[in-house]
């Protein structure tokens, strides 16, 4: 385990690496590109990179879904999670791969039943979640549920701490696929200790159950919840707010070396849709957390979804970023401006390929120029450039690209080398 201070100096590390790593790759030319297995880009530190992974056979990719709490938060029934997953496939989400269907906090009863199990709330939840998961399992999509590693939930339902076997095998038996895990009411014990018994016993199980840490980042979990979870929460909870969205963004990425097939940091369930931001603001949210492998999460109410909302979530190309196979979290690589505000976020994709983000968090539009150096390649290789949102191919300038963007905005990329026509030219 690495220490604080250690972990403190992280973004120092990031910066020296940056440094340390730009001007050999820049001398590199293409002849010798086809000399070496392949170009590196190892402008990003991914020293960490799968070392530690929860081994259970999820998570290669990002989960993707929707999750009742940030629009509903209490008020849900089982009337509501059926029509959620309706509306899943009908506006053909499903499809896209938003496939987990997932319970938040109050689907139990404030007590457990006299054999000691978890009791579904009669009111809310009358037929039981077996025949909830039976009948999101006929839609092709998978149940989650939620439950806390204290002796609570936050909202006071009784919590799994100490009742991991029990709860776990419920669970299973009801052919549930996914576990929220939360944090509250954890008397006080690290959650070092309180989150590995949960693990072993969905283990035991038997049953494949996707198991999603909660733990708000308490103890730095990127350094050690691989081994423990398929993802770990990095910060305390969104809400649907800009302030809340940049902050959350920025405090995830100083973890991006952790992340990978098996086990992603993630920075919390989506809000696009929920009101609180304007749609270029939404539409900067969701680049940002596919472009970090975040799960995603739908955070709204998908039975009234609007046209704006799902032209947003159903962008296949940024979809495609957040599912690229290569897992590696893209991450903040250069920020200019008052306060930082022209931001270029970037990550490497599989097939030598780049995604660049150019993010203006300025009050005003503004124009984000991104170098080839910036992101460590060779500034004479060409690239085709392909806008995520226009769906367009721009024309490929070599060494520089900018962009004009609206005042917190985001525009994604990818860059696909050209190498092949570049050695013609040599
Ligand atoms: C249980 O853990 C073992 C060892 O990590 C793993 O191979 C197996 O797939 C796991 N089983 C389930 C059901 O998660
Ligand atoms: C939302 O999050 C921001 C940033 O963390 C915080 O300042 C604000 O108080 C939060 N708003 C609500 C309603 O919780």
Not at 341 to 354: E, F, K, T, V, Y
Request: overall charge negative; some cysteine.
């Amino acid at each position: 385990m690495i220490d604080r201070e250690m972990s403190a100096s992280f973004p120092l590390l990031i910066l020296l690496s940056l440094y340390l790593c730009c001007p050999s790759i820049a001398v590199r030319k293409v002849p010798h590109l086809e000399e070496q297995e392949r170009p590196t880009w190892n402008l990003f530190d991914t020293s960490n990179y799968g070392k530690l992974q929860l081994d259970n056979g999820l998570a290669l990719t990002p989960q993707m879904g929707w999750n009742s709490w940030n629009f509903f938060a209490c008020n849900i029934n089982e009337k509501v999670i059926k029509e959620t997953a309706d509306a899943l496939v009908s506006t053909g989400l499903a499809n896209l791969g938003y496939i987990y269907v997932n319970i938040d906090d109050c689907w139990s009863s404030p007590l457990r039943n006299v054999k000691g199990d978890l009791n579904p709330e009669p009111r809310t939840f009358p037929s039981g979640i077996k025949a909830l998961a039976d009948y999101v399992h006929d839609k092709g999509l998978k149940l989650g549920i939620y439950s806390d590693a204290g002796a609570f939930t936050c909202q006071v339902r009784p919590g799994s701490l100490f009742h991991e076997n029990r709860d776990a095998n419920l669970f299973a038996s009801w052919g549930v696929d996914y576990l929220k895990y939360d944090n509250c009411y954890n008397l006080g014990i690290k959650p070092e200790k309180r989150y590995p018994p949960m693990r072993d016993a969905l283990n035991l199980t038997g049953h494949t159950i996707f198991y999603s840490l909660c733990e708000w980042g308490v103890d730095d979990p990127a350094l050690w919840a691989g081994k423990v979870g398929n993802s770990w929460r990095t910060t305390d909870d969104i809400n649907d707010s800009w302030e809340s969205m940049t902050s959350i963004a920025d405090l995830n990425d100083k973890w991006a070396s952790y992340a990978g097939p098996g086990g992603w940091n993630d920075p919390d369930m989506l809000e696009v849709g929920n009101g609180g931001m304007t749609y270029q603001e939404y539409r900067a949210h969701f680049s940002i957390w596919a472009l970090m492998k975040a799960p995603l999460l739908i955070g709204c109410d998908v039975r009234s979804i609007t046209s704006e909302t799902l032209e947003i979530l159903s962008n296949e190309e940024v979809i495609a970023v957040n599912q690229d196979p290569l897992g590696v979290q893209g991450r903040k690589v250069s920020t200019e401006g008052e306060d930082g505000c022209r931001q270029i976020w970037a990550g490497p994709l599989s097939a030598d390929r780049l995604v660049v983000a150019l993010w203006n968090r300025c009050p005003e539009a503004t124009t984000i120029t991104v170098k080839w150096e910036l992101l460590g390649i060779d500034p004479t290789i060409a690239f085709t450039v392909r806008d995520l949102w226009k769906h367009k191919d721009l024309s490929g300038n070599v060494g520089v690209f900018s962009a004009q963007i609206d005042s917190h905005d985001c525009h994604m990329y990818i860059f696909t080398p050209q190498t092949a026509d570049h050695s013609m030219v040599m």
